[in-house]
């Protein structure tokens, strides 16, 4: 299948600080990506779908401001989480998918905020 | 929205039997897609099986089987001649298909399989 790397694995910050999560397809164009946070133990959940060149869509409940999305080119997205608190610790993921052909996930980003 | 229900937080048996995963979703469309993922300790998501919902047939992939009833909207996965490897968490997905690929995915809560040796 196709590669998504994610970059990186575990992060740690400090509270207050913004982190960047990267969102790679290594082999094929992305035309739509999306990110999910996981909780310990618990489902994934959507967060926000962006297509290369637009503003990503946000699902209820998730704070835009908070949660920076782009995907500026075919083969990469970012995620950054401005002003981290705590409680934005989570297990975040990403999947890129080209159309309408089966999306492929990165292997996760831990975050920890202390 | 979509909801899709896990009804077993976990389940456990012995080396090569055959286990089934109990999936129901509930939606208004009549075009859609249906997976189940496994993550394992690593958390990588791996994708176990797809199935279109306009096909009958049941998808099979080796060991792994479903058994689609739309009209029940209920989607199980089974599991033949289970390994020590297929111990993982177990997820149940849907995703529409009005938004042209760029609808995400809705999950189940996840069964928690584990594969006694």
């Known amino acids: 299948g196709a590669v998504v790397s994610q970059h990186p694995s575990w992060v740690i910050c400090k509270s207050g600080t913004s982190v960047k999560i990267e969102c790679r397809s290594l082999?094929?164009?992305?035309?739509?990506m999306f990110w999910y946070r996981q909780f310990p133990k618990q489902s994934l959940m959507l967060m926000a779908t962006s297509n290369e060149g637009s503003k990503a869509t946000y699902e209820q409940g998730v704070e835009k401001d908070k949660f920076l999305i782009n995907h500026a080119s075919l083969t990469l997205s970012t995620l950054t989480v401005t002003s981290a608190h705590p409680e934005d610790s989570s297990f975040y993921i990403c999947s890129a998918r080209q159309g309408y052909t089966e999306a492929f996930f990165g292997q996760g980003t831990r975050l920890t905020v202390v | 929205a979509q909801t899709v229900t896990q009804s077993q937080p976990e389940m456990s048996v012995q080396e090569a039997e055959t286990v089934t995963l109990s999936c129901t979703y509930d939606t208004s469309e009549n075009n859609y897609y249906l997976f189940w993922y496994k993550q394992p300790p690593s958390r990588q998501m791996i994708l176990v099986i797809r199935?279109?919902?306009?096909?009958?047939q049941n998808a099979t992939e080796n060991r792994f089987s479903v058994n689609f009833q739309k009209a029940a909207k209920s989607f199980s996965l089974k599991i033949s001649d289970s390994q020590l490897g297929d111990t993982a968490m177990y997820f149940c997905?849907?995703?529409?298909?009005?938004?042209?690929?760029?609808?995400?995915?809705?999950f189940g809560k996840g069964t928690h399989l584990i594969i006694q040796p």
């Open positions: 199935q279109e919902a306009y096909k009958q």
């Open positions: 082999d094929f164009q992305a035309t739509t």
């Open positions: 997905a849907f995703e529409g298909s009005s938004g042209g690929g760029a609808d995400g995915l809705t």
